[in-house]
């Protein structure tokens, strides 16, 4: 049975998807599901932020194929990990559910390069190309602990 793995922003065009684009690249697909989306109905069906496409593209990374969605409650069953890019959409998903098993599959992305520390993801929706580079780093570096902290439990 595949791990499966929840990247959640607010629009799902800029950050999130990246996220689940530089996860795909790093664990094998036969083993973990990774996907996407965001805690607003803003973008669903668009693809993401041009600006995140080329941003991945120019690391090895293809993201076209992905289309935005909106995170529902039933995504508490569906996944076994749930991570937020930020503080208000942490909030935004715990708020959806009073049960406890569901809150603990709900993490900051961050925490994992910095524990307990409840850092954003910056929305680079507003920036220059430059946000977007940021981001990149910043999710990489989180991935690469997600995908230790993945095998390390096996």
Known sequence: MKIKILMVCLGNICR???????LKSKLDLDHYQI???GTS???IGNKPDPRSI???????I???DQRAAQFKTSDFNAYD??????????????ALTDKSEDKNKVEQILNELHPNSNLDV?????GGDQGFEDVFQMLDKACDNIVLKLKESK
């Open 122 to 126: 910056p929305d680079p929706y507003f």
């Open 16 to 22: 999130s998807p990246l996220a689940e684009g530089i």
């Open 35 to 37: 996907d996407s989306c």
């Open 41 to 43: 109905g803003y973008h």
């Open 81 to 94: 990990y749930i991570y937020a890019m930020d503080r208000s959409n942490y909030q935004n998903i715990v």
């Open 62 to 64: 293809d993201i076209t």
């Open 54 to 60: 080329d941003i991945a593209k120019k690391n090895g």
